[in-house]
């Protein structure tokens, strides 16, 4: 072999070495993170005081792994149900804000799923929500059953949680699953893996997304684009409030455009002025209960 074509060779499978390291580290990044470790908040403390929070568990058919639910049945009878999904890094109990809405205002029996690799849940990587998605319409079965039959559901996520409710929403869905809020959802895990790759580590998105999808296809047997919220949402056949702050530098604001302008049917959209990354509950608590409140009850009824 001629010297100068055996440098090239050697140059590329170099290349090729380092490519697969960064991707394997990315990837690693992305779905073996670090997760919260901080206490819940007053309205899980207050419920955790009087034993009114129980938990439960499933074996997810995605993935045959041990998933973790709490649960808390509404002050009195009713068939009204919320599932409430939390975003990366986070846990079940980290959905608390939203779940006083739910409890004190709408008096709903309330599901709060950990999902993939979080909380009390098994799992060895992060699933974006993608394959969380059908561990959560396992959970609304679960819910009905466990809240007496012929509930009626809303499907409330944020951030990776939003992510995981739009993708519920594109499935052939139980009629007692009504209507979804998102807030601050990703359209694609390819489009907020970029948005990161680019934000964290100034690295374009060509080849390291390209190689790291198809590790994670190899891995968990599924590609970021194909888990897409956005061509779920094309399917969603149900009521969806969309929810997203202004200042989102995380999943960028122009993400729920596109989610809003792809969903037909019913559908209202809600801007937080001045709000980052899943913040619209804290930086608006009034506004925020008061439009969750009039969307669920004119749709979950």
């Known amino acids: 072999m001629p010297k100068l074509l055996r440098y090239t060779a050697i140059t590329i499978l170099v290349l090729a070495f380092l490519l697969l390291g960064v991707a394997e580290g990315f990837l690693h990044y992305a779905l073996q993170p670090t997760l919260k470790n901080e206490p819940p908040g007053a309205w899980c403390d207050s419920v955790m ?5 129980r938990d439960t568990f499933i074996v997810s058919r995605a993935t045959g792994d041990s998933i973790h639910a709490w649960y808390l049945r509404a002050d009195s009878a009713t068939e009204k149900v919320a599932v409430l999904v939390h975003g990366y890094t986070d846990n079940a109990l980290w959905m608390g804000s939203v779940a006083s809405i739910y409890d004190r205002e709408l008096h709903y029996n ?6 993939h690799y979080h909380g009390l849940s098994k799992g060895d990587y992060v699933q974006m929500g993608w394959k969380d998605r059908l561990d959560v319409l396992q959970w609304c079965a679960l819910a009905d059953s ?3 039959g012929d509930t009626r559901q809303v499907l409330h996520g ?3 949680g939003a992510a995981t409710v739009m993708s519920v929403s594109g499935e052939h ?4 699953v009504t209507c979804f809020v998102e807030d601050c959802g990703y359209t694609s895990v390819w489009d907020e893996f970029s948005n990161e790759l680019d934000a964290r580590f100034h690295l374009p998105p060509f080849p390291v997304m390209h190689i790291t999808s198809w590790l994670c296809k190899v891995q968990n047997g599924w590609s970021f684009r194909e888990a897409s919220p956005l061509a779920q949402v094309a399917k969603c056949d149900r009521p969806m409030l969309f929810i997203h702050g202004d200042s989102d530098t995380f999943v960028m604001t122009e993400m729920v455009h596109r989610l809003y302008a792809t969903k037909q049917g ?5 801007i937080a002025p001045g709000t980052a990354h899943a913040q619209a ?15 669920v009850r004119m749709y979950n009824n």
Do not use: N
């Open 158 to 160: 944020v951030s990776m």
């Open 266 to 270: 019913v559908k209202q959209l809600w």
């Open 146 to 148: 466990l809240f007496g």
């Open 110 to 115: 309330i599901l709060l799923p950990d999902l």
């Open 173 to 176: 869905l139980p009629d007692y």
């Open 281 to 295: 509950y804290r930086d608006h608590t009034a506004e925020y209960t008061a439009r969750v409140c009039d969307f």
């Open 49 to 53: 005081r009087c034993k009114a929070l």
